[in-house]
């Protein structure tokens, strides 16, 4: 069945979109974006913003060996127009001849925002906006926060329950399956910051890396919140403090503590704190100044808790297991999870062998 022009449009997008997913949450500064190259309707290259930011999309897709003369582009986000430590997007698309410039929303970035089709059209290059444009503003709603000083960052949290809502099994270690935890290994790499608290860390003794085969590179740092420099000296997490970096917040001074942490490249961040708590939301601002956007929170129901009462969190990831603790469980989830629908509409579409996961839309 031959497809309309508008259909094969949407489905470049798409592919534009799975390439940005890629890197999301590992281009620091910069967002991550996806580009398709068509011509004779064929794709013939594609690239996404590499690690760490630069090169941008476009320019990996386009600096290749190939006829790109009268081809399409599909980008995700508006190209940019400014120099900075490369040279904008849009000359590349020029110098290569590129037809027509499709994109699906500008670029909140002041120096290119709504610039690049008046500059594009002076070139004879044809271009067109709002492809996937909802789609768009959900994916880069992070980027968008981090380009408003007033805003907090995008704040995620993860959980794992039984089926009778409890996060700890007192019996076990594991409430969800291997399938499930392999998942969430994925997610973390999808962010720039995992933050969780002492009191977690020393029960579980926790890695808060990314343990999967060939994404190791895409572990976020780490940021845990001990306001009276209690975590243990034996931790798992400080033999790789050196290559993933590891913050430890607090509102104490503690020279020997300290000492140690610095020993094992751990960063300390001092904070004040109101009626002898250290404001969560004083916690990611700080972490948003230090240029993190995208945060995905794994700590005890507490921490969890309180992030969602202040209306801190933009979504609640749900690992649901089918078994149920009964006696056997321990801080039961289900008042929290009460008002929130945890029905088949936010259920996502994975398979996880008998686990469920529900993503839940806070703000």
């Not at 476009?58 to 040279?87: D, Q, R, S, W």
């Not at 789609?135 to 960052?153: A, T």
């Not at 329950?161 to 399956?177: E, F, L, P, R, V």
């Not at 956007?293 to 979504?315: H, Y």
Request: glycine share 4%; with cysteine.
């Amino acid at each position: 069945m031959k497809l309309s022009k508008r259909t094969l449009d949407k489905n470049y997008m798409k592919m534009a979109f799975d390439k940005a997913y890629e890197h999301l949450g590992s281009t620091k500064d910069n967002p991550s974006v996806g580009c398709v190259v068509v011509k004779n309707n064929s794709i013939i290259s594609s690239g996404n913003t590499s690690l760490n930011g630069r090169p941008h999309a476009e320019f990996n897709a386009l600096n290749k060996k190939l006829n790109f003369k009268g081809a399409k582009i599909y980008v995700t986000l508006e190209p940019c127009v400014h120099h900075g430590n490369t040279p904008p997007c849009i000359d590349i698309i020029k110098k290569k001849g590129i037809k027509e410039v499709n994109y699906s929303i500008y670029d909140p970035d002041k120096r290119t925002f709504q610039k690049a089709k008046y500059l594009l059209n002076k070139s004879k290059i044809k271009v067109k906006i709002g492809l996937l444009k909802k789609n768009s503003l959900n994916f880069y709603k992070s980027y968008f926060l981090s380009k408003n000083k007033s805003s907090l960052p995008y704040t995620d949290i993860k959980i794992a329950i039984s089926k009778d809502y409890y996060s700890i099994n007192k019996k076990g270690k594991w409430i969800t399956n291997q399938i499930s935890r392999t998942k969430g290994h994925f997610l973390r790499s999808k962010y720039d910051c995992i933050l969780s608290t002492y009191k977690s860390v020393n029960k579980d003794n926790s890695l808060l890396n990314c343990r999967i085969r060939g994404l190791e590179h895409l572990s976020p740092s780490r940021v845990i919140i001990d306001k009276n420099l209690k975590l243990n000296k034996n931790l798992k997490i400080f033999s790789s403090s050196s290559k993933i970096k590891t913050y430890v917040v607090t509102c104490i001074d503690d020279k020997k503590k300290e000492k140690f942490l610095r020993s094992k490249k751990v960063k300390v961040i001092k904070l004040k704190y109101q009626k002898n708590l250290i404001s969560y939301k004083d916690i990611l601002m700080e972490l948003k100044k230090r240029g993190f956007s995208r945060i995905l929170c794994e700590s005890g129901s507490f921490t969890a808790t309180n992030l969602i009462k202040n209306n801190l969190v933009n979504n609640l990831y749900v690992f649901m297991s089918q078994k149920r603790l009964g006696k056997r469980g321990k801080n039961s989830f289900k008042k929290q999870l009460s008002h929130l629908n945890m029905n088949k509409k936010n259920k996502l579409n994975i398979n996880l062998f008998g686990d469920k996961l529900y993503k839940l839309r806070i703000k």
